[in-house]
């Protein structure tokens, strides 16, 4: 699959990332987990296993996609239905966060807790479609998938320390 092989260097790299941040998130929350907040479960629902989430989903698609297929069909399958996995899993986020009375989320928190990864994981969706037609457009739409939800992660883990150095502290 030429077309999956030139993008070799690009997952290598992202997938790498991933699986550090992956490794980081859990030295952060055991760091924090000292302090827990009052029905600490429904947040971390909401807002802290969704970040382990896109971060191990990122990684998955780098190693799926450093695979050696034979063709298109198995690897745009497994995206497809990663991505309709994760649209069911950032649809169940959402009401999560809607849900949970430890914390207000204001309209960042929506953005990039709920719609982003609603967005990318939905457009994973329908480039694994695509693919079949349009390969080359469609590994680009991938690559952006996993651009996003990696960016989308490290945004929410920086926001959960913040949030526990800055905020919930203070209050304690």
Not at 47 to 73: M, N
Not at 76 to 97: D, K, N, P, Q, W
């Amino acid at each position: 699959m030429s077309e999956l092989a030139r993008w070799d260097s690009f997952y290598v790299i992202v997938g790498s990332a991933a699986g550090a941040l992956i490794g980081l998130q859990f030295v952060v929350m055991t760091l924090i987990a000292d302090r827990p907040p009052a029905r600490g479960a429904e947040a971390g629902a909401a807002f802290a296993t969704p970040t382990i989430v896109h971060f191990s989903v990122v990684l998955f698609l780098a190693a799926l996609l450093r695979a050696p297929w034979d063709g298109i069909a198995p690897a745009s399958l497994v995206c497809g239905v990663t991505g309709l996995g994760g649209t069911v899993y950032a649809l169940v986020t959402a009401r999560r966060m809607g849900v949970q009375s430890v914390y207000k989320p204001d309209f960042e928190d929506w953005l990039f807790h709920a719609a982003l990864p609603l967005m990318a994981y939905a457009a994973l969706a329908a480039s694994a479609v695509a693919a079949f037609s349009h390969a080359h457009v469609a590994m680009f739409a991938m690559a952006g998938v996993a651009l996003v939800l990696l960016f989308t992660g490290i945004h929410n883990a920086w926001d959960a320390v913040a949030y526990h150095v800055l905020v919930s502290r203070r209050q304690g």
